[in-house]
C-alpha cells in the first residue's frame, strides 16, 4: 500500500546540551510531549533540527533515538540533505537503516541546479531506497526550487508520495496541487499560516516547524477541519499568528527553541553562529505563549 502523508508533522528540534553534544534524553522527552499533544507525525533533521550542525555519525545517533522513542506510534519522516548526489545517497543508505518510515529530501543547496538536474538527482534518490520520498521545497532558504511542472514528473515515480512546499508562495502550492490531482500525491504546507487554506484546496496537512511550540493548536486545525468544523480550525488557525511572529524573531529557528525552553523543556540553544533571542524578543515570545493559555515557567 502506497504511503500517504498526513496531518500536522512538527520538524522537531534537536535538543542539544551546553557543550553543543546531542541531547539524547531531551529529545525522549520531546517526543513523548508532541505524540501526547496530538501531532500526527514527527520529522527529525530538518531545517528546525539544525540538520547543517551534524554530521553522518550523530545524524544515525538522532534517527535511532527518534525511532526508538516513537515505537510506531506515528510516522517518522527521516531529513536528508546533501548538495552532492553522492553524499545524499549514503545518507539516505543510514536513514534506511534506522527504520525510518519516510524521507524528506531537501533540494540541493548552493549549486542551484536546473529542473532536469533536480529531477535526476530525485530520481537517483527514488532509485537507492524503499522508503516513501517527500520532496522538500524551501527556495527562501536554499535559492532552488522545484517547479510544479517538476513536481507532476516526478510524482510519477513509485515511491516519491509528496511535496513540502515551505516558499510560502500559495500560487505555487495551489499549481502543485493542480498538476498532480489524481496522481495518488499529496502536498504539504510548510508555511504555518497557511494550513487552514491549504487544506480547503486539497493539501494533506503541514510540516510545522511552530507545531514545536504550540502543538495541540496546530493539531486542533487539522483535527477539526477533517471533522468537519471549518469554523473551528479557522479560529485555531487565527489564534496562532501572534505566536508565529513571535517565534520567528531572531534567527530560525532559535525562537522556537526559546518556545519550549519558556515552557520548561531545556532544548538547548542554536548552534553558533546562532545568538539567543533580545530580552525584548523574549517577551514578546512570553506574551504569546501566555495569550494562547500554554504554561510559562521561565
Do not use: W
Amino acid at each position: 500500500m502506497r504511503f500517504i502523508p498526513y496531518g500536522i508533522i512538527p520538524p522537531i528540534v534537536t535538543p542539544v546540551t551546553e557543550e553543543g553534544k546531542f541531547n539524547e534524553s531531551m529529545m525522549r522527552k520531546v517526543v513523548n510531549y508532541l505524540i501526547a499533544q496530538g501531532v500526527h507525525g514527527l520529522f527529525p533533521l530538518g531545517t528546525t533540527g539544525e540538520f547543517y550542525a551534524f554530521d553522518h555519525g550523530e545524524y544515525r545517533y538522532i534517527l535511532e533515538t527518534v525511532v526508538d522513542e516513537v515505537k510506531g506510534r506515528v510516522p517518522v519522516y527521516g531529513g536528508a540533505t546533501h548538495i552532492t548526489t553522492r553524499e545524499m545517497l549514503a545518507q539516505v543508505k543510514i536513514a534506511q537503516e534506522t527504520g525510518v518510515d519516510a524521507l524528506s529530501v531537501l533540494t540541493p543547496m548552493f549549486t542551484s541546479q536546473t529542473q532536469q538536474e533536480l529531477y535526476g538527482f530525485y530520481k537517483a534518490v527514488s532509485e537507492n531506497t524503499f522508503l516513501p520520498i517527500i520532496i522538500y521545497n524551501n527556495r527562501p532558504k536554499t535559492n532552488v526550487t522545484v517547479t510544479p511542472e517538476t513536481a507532476a514528473r516526478l510524482a510519477q515515480l513509485d515511491n516519491i508520495v509528496g511535496i513540502k512546499d515551505s516558499t510560502g508562495d500559495f500560487t505555487n502550492t495551489l499549481e502543485y496541487i493542480r498538476l498532480t490531482k489524481g496522481m495518488d500525491f499529496h502536498v504539504l504546507l510548510g508555511k504555518d499560516t497557511l494550513i487552514f487554506a491549504g487544506l480547503c484546496c486539497g493539501a494533506c496537512g503541514a510540516i510545522a516547524s511552530c507545531a514545536n511550540v504550540a502543538p495541540r493548536l496546530l493539531a486542533d486545525i487539522y483535527d477539526k477541519f477533517q471533522a468537519g468544523d471549518r469554523e473551528g480550525a479557522l479560529e485555531a488557525q487565527m489564534r496562532f499568528f501572534p505566536l508565529h511572529a513571535a517565534c520567528n524573531q531572531g534567527t530560525f529557528p532559535q525562537g522556537i527553541k526559546e518556545g519550549m525552553i519558556l515552557q520548561g523543556m531545556e532544548v538547548g540553544k542554536c548552534f553558533d553562529p546562532i545568538c539567543e533571542l533580545l530580552p525584548e524578543e523574549k517577551q514578546v515570545l512570553r506574551e504569546a505563549l501566555s495569550e494562547l493559555g500554554l504554561s510559562v515557567v521561565k
